[in-house]
DNA sequence: GCATTATTGCAGCGATCGTTGCGTTGACGC
DNA sequence: GCGTCAACGCAACGATCGCTGCAATAATGC
């Protein structure tokens, strides 16, 4: 995990029916073509959305705008992204991969608390939180891909400290306690959440999981 | 709080510069004129925004298409709400006010438990989702209308216990434990979260409150 | 280097959006 | 009841959107 192919070698959304995973290998065959300009106008059109995004009121974000200001013609635009959806949902995904290393201090606790302040850290930026409404707000469950590669790397903190002997809370039980509080005040509040807060979040999951042994529980939902 | 004046009678966006209160009493004076007719309209379209929100793939929710929904002509919409995202601010605090009665079952943890299984359930509903979804979208910060209601219906049930002489937290550490984690899973993942594990929200902050004494600490944020 | 072809640019079109001016309706105070 | 004026309907307009022909470009395999 968050180690998939690069920004620049992938396309977004191929309407050929084919098999990605056969794109991405390097003999590709003759088919696809991900070369230079491709990817030279795709990562253009994928900072022109968050630009965008970032300094305009949202909701006057359209195909023509976003191809201007990336200097590439509304049609290249209209062609490759099926619809704006797709699209913010493609730039979500993109930018939320490999943007943040995951932690490894050593102790699950220590992992989460530099992990949930990194975190808290990137909601903060109006960028961000400008691509995570968009990207709601669009119908193609673009919502997913904001969170998908955080809930990875969650994972991937929880499985480590399992093997290291320790007894974790399922991912769906981390989930709750950390990512949905960060992302909720970031939504919904003005309070951004300092650090402390976030802090105070990790803690609390570790100390329930050690105090009560539900980790082995198999958990509702 | 839960008990302010009536759908049909509120004005949304009202340009003029008039204090708010005094249009909502009776002698309202000379100005304003929130009679039957303007607040069929109002309804009407706020019906429409619901409607049109609910089956149609979102994004192509235009002020033309709501207009002809609720049977209205376009310029009456344009002229009532200054924008796309105002209207769906006032679609999202209007239907989220007086739609949900504060339990009051005698004790916090019955209270919590009754009202997290209602908001779970009223997360259910795909209108709801996707009317907050459009509202986040907006850049008019329509995503505090979606949640201030219950933020307030969450403040009474504790003040309620308050007065009843017991330990409660903040409503920030109460929104954090229960609304954060069930407007999370709404609008990210895929699993609305069940009865159980709604309860087993309610009850981990009713628990960990009666552990620690962390209710009198000033707390963070 | 050269042929192939995926990808982009260009011009132009229908459709729809958002706005404005003006006449009409109907809610409110008397 | 009647007058007043806010609120709505109507028609028309410019602007922009979203799409589709066809030509030009450049990435890929040989």
Redesign the pocket.
């Known amino acids: 995990m968050a180690t998939r192919a690069a920004d620049t070698t992938r396309?977004d959304a191929?309407p050929?029916p084919e098999t990605d995973t056969t794109l991405r290998t390097?003999?590709?065959?003759?088919?696809?073509?991900?070369?230079?300009?491709?990817?030279?106008?795709?990562t253009a059109v994928h900072r022109a959305v968050i630009e965008l995004l970032a300094d305009a009121p949202a909701e006057?974000l359209?195909?023509?705008?976003i191809?201007?200001r990336a200097?590439?013609?509304?049609?290249?635009?209209?062609?490759?992204w099926?619809?704006?959806g797709d699209l913010l949902a493609a730039v979500a995904e993109s930018r939320f991969t490999d943007d943040l290393v995951v932690p490894d201090t050593g102790s699950l606790r220590g992992d989460l608390r530099r992990w949930v302040t990194d975190v808290a850290t990137d909601l903060t930026d109006p960028e961000t939180l400008a691509i995570i409404r968009a990207a709601l707000g669009s119908s193609t469950g673009g919502g997913c891909a904001c969170i998908v590669e955080r809930r990875t790397q969650l994972g991937a903190m929880l499985d480590r400290e399992r093997d290291r002997g320790g007894v974790v809370p399922t991912v769906d039980r981390a989930a709750d306690v950390l990512m949905a509080p960060l992302y909720f005040r970031a939504l919904f509040t003005d309070q951004p959440g300092d650090a402390d807060w976030a802090h105070d979040l990790a803690d609390s999951l570790v100390d329930h999981c050690a105090t009560t042994a539900v980790a082995t529980r198999p958990s509702s939902a």
């Open positions: 396309s191929d050929r390097a003999h590709a065959g003759p088919r696809a073509r991900p070369g230079g300009r491709s990817a030279r106008v795709r006057q359209t195909m023509p705008a191809a201007a200097g590439v013609h509304p049609t290249t635009v209209y062609r490759r099926a619809s704006l």
